[in-house]
């Protein structure tokens, strides 16, 4: 199409006289928008729009410079992750063998031993059995370890296995093998403490374990130069190693342990079972750190744990080079797609400077508003007035949230002052009752101890040490009642009350008692616990099946509470007791007059209020209660 030489000039002088003006009018006014606004939405819109062009100038170099930058940062920090994975292992076998230590140092066991080893009939009966129950007790005290046995010259045997429970049938020490093996003789002349391969172990009934077994002689210090006595292996879980490391695991790099004999120890690998590295084991049987390096990365290669090409592995040696902790990473990991991550983060980041400018527009009367009404409530709050937030006043989710949070606030502590008024009225009236049926415990204290040493030398061994525990359950049941302890010293103080009712009972029923070791330091308020076992022993057994077992379960709830589960497979409640514990109203009873079941319910609601819950669950096959209290600082409850 063609335009006449007017009409072409014609064009032009509108198309020019009208765009500066369209242009200038428009650029004026936005500036004249941007001028009436607040001092504060000015500094918010200029900061945000001026943000964009650091971020931009920032990422281009950032990608000139992440090449190198990614890949040193990445190698100091697998360094210094199996640096600290090295000193967290060595720590984790120095545990044990700190255990193992406390045994070979201890005169009790080579004493013990020497009936054992002549085959004296008349003192080996009572040796084994008090070998078994120092042994049962040192597996009970210290986590992780799944049983522990000691050996005579003739490999007569005294162990405790936490697996089995039992002292006479074992699931982690193969006494045959250890016997046909000749243990004693490849030991006989070690004076240092030797780290077993782990064997995975597998029995109906029982489940699988990877064991890992620690060794060391026994010597009778008295007689040094007649030569060791017999020798001991602790026996501890894999999966309690494999704990240590196993966060540090990621898609590009991976820890595993091994021997200096080609042995893997541990690895996180699923499914994982004991195997052997790849060696040239005829021409030695002990290999340098550069040749279980290089084992390492074709074991990775070849069960195709890290499936990557550019490998690279780093370990250092602990227990003087016994043991080497491998980490084998992907070197070029951290580099790929790096050039979309950062176009994305350009157009992702100059997208939340454009939403920020056009929110912040509209927001920011609606948040000065809410933020000055909020403060002006609070204000007169502190100053001793009883104000609630109106969320009609309020605009926006947040603020509101806070009004909701802040009103609630303010109930709970109308809630708590009168509580606390309660408790403080049946608190004295249960401290005046106390006093007047207290009797001297000095005087209890003193009798039990004469009553004590006196089985002591009668060789009543077993009956002392019941004794020495009811002394520690009163001395704690005593003293402070209210008192607020660590997690730790409650669990004590249980385990021995339930050893006791073990041995009153004679082991009519098992017991199991599983805890979070992390949860140790939380507090808790005394005698929370004790209760509901009593409950158990008094009103749940004997129950339909063949063996009565009482079950403890310690850990941190989704709502970060500390979660307690009491249960057992006795006889159960009967559905309206059941409803009674369920529903019971505290405040209509008096706590001092309130036993067993109802009094801890009455207590968790004077500690804690709403906070805490109690939940029972129970039929024709056993009975479960099931209590949450704040895992938090206990002092601020109360």
């Known amino acids: 199409m063609r335009f006449g030489t007017r009409s072409y000039k014609t064009i032009s002088r509108k198309i020019i006289k009208y765009y500066p003006y369209k242009k200038e009018n428009r650029s004026l006014k936005i500036w004249n928008k941007f001028q009436s606004l607040a001092v504060a939405k000015k500094l918010l819109a200029l900061s945000l729009v001026m943000s964009i062009v650091p971020i931009c100038c920032i990422l281009v170099l950032n990608y000139q410079l992440s090449g190198s930058v990614v890949r040193t940062q990445t190698g100091e920090l697998i360094q210094a992750n199996l640096e600290q994975n090295a000193s967290n292992i060595e720590n984790f076998y120095k545990g044990y063998e700190k255990i193992i230590q406390g045994i070979y140092t201890d005169e009790f066991y080579t004493q013990r031993l020497k009936p054992i080893n002549r085959w004296d009939n008349s003192e080996r009966y009572q040796a084994e059995h008090e070998i078994g129950e120092r042994l049962q007790e040192l597996c009970y005290n210290n986590s992780g370890v799944l049983g522990i046995a000691i050996f005579g010259t003739h490999y007569d045997t005294c162990f405790y296995d936490t697996v089995t429970q039992s002292g006479q049938s074992s699931f982690c020490f193969d006494l045959n093998k250890i016997k046909n093996n000749n243990t004693m003789e490849l030991i006989k002349d070690e004076r240092r403490t030797i780290y077993l391969p782990s064997v995975c172990i ?34 501890f879980d894999e999966t309690m190693l494999e704990y240590i490391y196993s966060s540090g695991n990621t898609k590009s790099n991976v820890t595993l342990i091994a021997d200096n004999k080609g042995n893997v120890i541990s690895s ?19 290999f340098t750190q550069e040749e279980i390096e290089k084992a390492a990365l074709k074991y990775v290669k070849t069960r195709k744990i890290l499936q990557k090409t550019a490998l690279r592995v780093k370990s250092k040696g602990i227990l003087k080079n016994q043991i080497y902790v491998l980490n084998i990473q992907d070197v070029n990991y951290g580099m790929r797609n790096f050039a979309y991550i950062s176009v994305i983060i350009v157009l992702v980041g100059a997208l939340a400077a454009v939403l920020c400018i056009l929110l912040a527009w509209y927001t920011s009367n609606d948040v000065d508003r809410s933020m000055r009404y909020i403060l002006d409530v609070m204000d007169r709050a502190t100053k001793g007035g009883e104000e609630q937030m109106e969320e009609s006043c309020i605009t926006g989710t947040e603020f509101m949230r806070i009004s909701r949070h802040f009103n609630r606030m303010t109930k709970r502590i109308e809630e ?7 408790a403080m009225l049946k608190e004295k009236n249960a401290e005046i009752q106390a006093l007047e049926a207290q009797i001297n415990p000095h005087f209890l204290y003193n009798t039990l101890d004469a009553i004590n040493w006196m089985a002591v030398d009668k060789n009543e061994y077993a009956i002392s040490k019941m004794l020495t525990e009811l002394a520690a359950i009163m001395r704690y049941s005593i003293h402070g009642s209210n008192e607020i302890v660590e997690l730790k010293d409650e669990l004590t103080y249980l385990k021995k009350y339930i050893h006791l009712q073990q041995e ?24 929370l616990m004790q209760p509901l076992v009593e409950n158990t022993l008094v009103h749940g057994f004997p129950g339909k099946s063949e063996v009565d077992e009482l079950y403890i379960e310690i850990s941190q709830s989704d709502e970060q509470k500390l979660r307690i589960i009491v249960a057992d497979n006795g006889r159960g ?7 009674l514990l369920n529903h019971y109203d505290y405040a209509t009873d008096k706590v001092e007059t309130s036993i067993g079941v109802r009094n801890v319910i009455a207590r968790l609601n004077l500690y804690y209020g709403n906070a805490s819950s109690f939940r029972v669950e129970s039929d024709e096959t056993g009975t479960k209660i099931t209590m949450e209290i704040p895992c938090g600082e206990m002092e601020e409850m109360r």
């Open 202 to 235: 597998a029995q109906e009934g029982y489940g699988i374990y990877n064991c890992m077994y620690v060794v060391h002689q026994l010597t009778d210090f008295s007689e040094y130069q007649k030569g060791s006595v017999g020798f001991v292996i602790l026996c």
């Open 268 to 286: 996180a690998e699923n499914n994982w079972k004991p195997q052997k590295l790849e060696l040239d084991r005829e021409k030695k049987a002990v």
């Open 573 to 579: 409640m009967k559905p309206e007791l059941v409803d």
């Open 504 to 527: 009153r009972l004679n082991y009519s029923f098992l017991s199991t008692l599983k805890a979070d070791e992390s949860l140790y330091h939380v507090k808790i308020h005394k005698m």
């Open 416 to 422: 708590s002052e009168r509580m606390e008024r309660i």
